[in-house]
Each structure stands twice: as structure tokens, then as C-alpha cells.
């Protein structure tokens, strides 16, 4: 084991592996809510966390879907080299960020994209549709280098934005989004960032993975090409993708107390690290929130809390466990629990989204060589 370990540092201490920070922020619901703005917000943008898995356009999901996000990375496009902060989305496949040809008010407080001022970029006559439920975001296609770490992609395909909805996109605490699901999903025929990593040869091996820290610490990562042993010492389970789209997996059953809750007869998931909460089914949402003594908002007394019983995810014959201090979120003195309803049937299954208040229990590895999504449960 330890010589196991021992290699697996010294592999990522050589080239084709690179490491992004990813630092934890406020989330544009809590900017919202500082501002007094939230329950406007939501009055115009009803949320519906399935609308990001069935869209017809380009980044339909942007605002309404990473309302809760905390977790932010940096990236820099063109020559010389122009940062942006991105959510590293698994759950979408297209890169997106603002331009300068953005003359919205919004745009005002966000990295945007000069394109006069890369001498690496080349423009496309195609266009660029953002749909939202009250509005519309467009924009045109280009191609430029973008630099993930240490990581150059030359002639990537991205989105330029023009146009912004509304006012709330102000307070986003990202300027884009990059998206690492698979190219069958992506909008536009644009090759995915990732995907153009390994087909220029930029990682050693054809996987990526995440860390997500927990409260308040920091040392959250995307890792391109390589695992990290430290985070693995609990040994790694792998587990099939049941469809090459979104990071899709089928799921056994979910239990709580050793009795079943939901998804008795099998379940489609997508671990998803552009979704913050748990994303449910109405009608599992309703029996855990009984099951857990919380109201139909999900609000739960806080000194309940540490009493409740952790929610088991059974996977590929294996359980995966998520305790009470990973799906119960404190603020102001309020507790509620993180789970947020919707109704996505599909033809293997109804679906869930293992975001964020998972990925959080687990080290997470996306293995594009094989096609599976390995999980190791942190110490």
C-alpha cells in the first residue's frame, strides 16, 4: 500500500497532470438574499433543476441552476491570456463566457472576453442562444487557447455572450461556465474542453477528478489526468455509466435506518458538480422529508440535527453512505436539509442528481477511458 501510494505521488509530480484550485464563495443565493433581492428572483425564475438535463439550447440551466454553487476555479482563453472564474460543471459539456460586445449592465462586474486582444483567436458566423424561463442570452461561437493550469487546448470551441437577462446576473460570483460532460450533449458541435485535452494528448491518462472540501475549508481541486492516492486510501469503487451524456449511473435503492425509502426497483443517477443539493423526485422528496421530521420547505429544527440518521445510497451492490452533517445546512440559525424536488422520469428509471452535498462525502474520478465514475469515501 504504501509503495502504491509512493508512486502514485512521484506520477503526480511529473508532466501531462494538472491541478486546479477551486476556491468555496458565496453563492449567488446568498448574494441575492444580502441584497434583499431573492424572493424577487425567485418569483421570476422559478426553479427546476430538471430543466438543465432537458434543454433544447446551449446553457438553458446558467442562472436558475447554480443558484447554490460555492465552488469556483480559474481559467485564462486567448493570447495573451484573459481569467475567468467557472463553476467545472460535469453535469454540461460547453464552455461559456462573457465578451466585451456585452453591454448589458450586469456584465458590467464580470471578467468579459476582448477578442481584438487575442492574437490566437478565430472568429465563426455562428450564433449563440441562451434560453431562460423570462428572457434570452445570445451571443456568437469562436475558437481560442484555453489554459487550464498548466494545461494549453488550442483551437477550442467556446461561447461569447452578448447579451444578459435581467438584472440578477449581476450578483453571479462566476463569470462562465465549463462544462465536462460528454460531446454528445454539447450544444453547437463544440468539442468539449476534455475532450480536446485528450485528443491533443495533454493528459496522461484519459480521466479527471474531484475534491470538494467541507464547511468552510479550503484545498477543493479538479485533477486532469491523474488520481490522487492521498485522497484514496479508503480503495476505490468503480462503477458503470448507463449512458454516455451526462456522468449517468444506475442506482440500487435508497434507504434510511435500514428500511428502504425510495427507488425500490432501480434508478438512474448523474453525479453532477454543477448541482449544489440533492435533486429527488417529488414523490421520494416527500417521503424522506417525513422520514427526517422536516416540513415541506425541508426547514428542520437545528438541535434535531445531530439525531437524524444518515441516508444510504446503495450503488453497484455497494453502500454509500451521506450523514446528517453533509445534507443539513445551518444559516442564521435556520437548518434546513439539502434536498430540492423534481420529477424526471426516464426509459431506465426515474432520476436523481448526486451534487454537490454528495460529491462532498467522496473523492470522485470521471474515467473517460473506461467509461465508469469512481467513488472513495473520505476519511
Not at 94 to 108: D, E, I, K
Not at 136 to 145: A, I, N, W
Not at 184 to 207: C, H, K, R
Not at 282 to 309: F, Q, T
Amino acid at each position: 500500500m504504501k509503495l502504491l501510494l509512493l508512486l502514485g505521488l512521484v506520477a503526480l509530480g511529473h508532466g501531462l497532470v494538472s491541478r486546479v484550485p477551486l476556491r468555496k464563495g458565496k453563492s449567488l443565493r446568498q448574494s441575492l438574499r444580502e441584497h434583499g433581492l431573492l424572493e424577487e428572483y425567485l418569483k421570476q425564475h422559478p426553479f427546476d433543476p430538471a430543466a438543465k438535463y432537458f434543454r433544447s439550447r446551449i446553457a438553458a440551466e446558467l442562472l436558475e441552476n447554480y443558484l447554490d454553487n460555492e465552488y469556483f476555479g480559474t481559467i485564462s482563453i486567448g493570447t495573451p491570456a484573459q481569467e475567468f472564474t467557472v463553476v467545472f460543471d460535469t453535469g454540461s459539456s460547453n464552455l461559456w463566457v462573457p465578451s466585451v460586445y456585452c453591454s448589458s449592465p450586469a456584465c458590467s462586474n464580470h471578467n468579459r472576453f476582448n477578442p481584438a486582444e487575442s492574437s490566437t483567436f478565430i472568429s465563426t458566423n455562428e450564433s449563440l442562444y441562451i434560453a431562460y424561463g423570462t428572457g434570452s442570452m445570445s451571443g456568437v461561437l469562436g475558437y481560442d487557447t484555453v489554459t487550464v493550469a498548466n494545461i494549453e487546448v488550442i483551437n477550442q470551441m467556446f461561447g461569447l455572450a452578448e447579451t444578459e437577462p435581467g438584472a440578477f446576473f449581476y450578483y453571479t460570483p462566476f463569470d462562465g461556465i465549463l462544462g465536462l460532460a460528454f460531446p454528445s450533449i454539447a450544444s453547437s458541435g463544440a468539442t468539449p474542453v476534455f475532450d480536446n485535452m485528450m485528443m491533443q494528448n495533454l493528459v496522461a491518462e484519459d480521466l479527471f477528478s474531484v475534491y470538494l472540501s467541507k464547511d468552510e475549508r479550503s484545498g477543493s481541486f479538479v485533477l486532469f489526468g491523474a488520481i490522487d492516492p492521498l485522497y484514496t486510501i479508503n480503495g476505490i469503487t468503480w462503477i458503470p455509466l448507463s449512458a454516455e451524456t451526462y456522468w449517468q449511473i444506475r442506482m440500487d435503492s435508497v434507504s434510511i435506518g435500514g428500511k428502504g425509502i425510495a427507488c425500490a426497483f432501480g434508478c438512474q443517477a448523474i453525479v453532477d458538480t454543477g448541482t449544489s443539493l440533492l435533486a429527488v423526485p417529488d414523490r421520494a422528496l416527500s417521503a424522506i422529508l417525513s422520514v427526517l421530521g422536516a416540513n415541506s420547505n425541508g426547514e428542520i429544527s437545528c438541535s434535531a440535527a445531530g439525531r437524524l440518521p444518515s441516508i444510504i445510497f446503495h450503488i453497484n451492490g455497494k453502500a454509500f453512505p451521506v450523514p446528517p452533517s453533509a445534507y443539513v445546512m445551518e444559516s442564521n440559525g435556520y437548518c434546513t436539509v439539502g434536498f430540492q424536488g423534481m420529477d424526471v422520469p426516464t426509459e431506465s428509471g426515474e432520476l436523481w442528481i448526486l451534487g454537490d452535498v454528495f460529491i462532498r462525502e467522496y473523492y470522485v474520478i470521471f474515467n473517460r477511458a473506461t467509461n465508469m465514475v469512481g467513488l472513495s469515501r473520505l476519511p
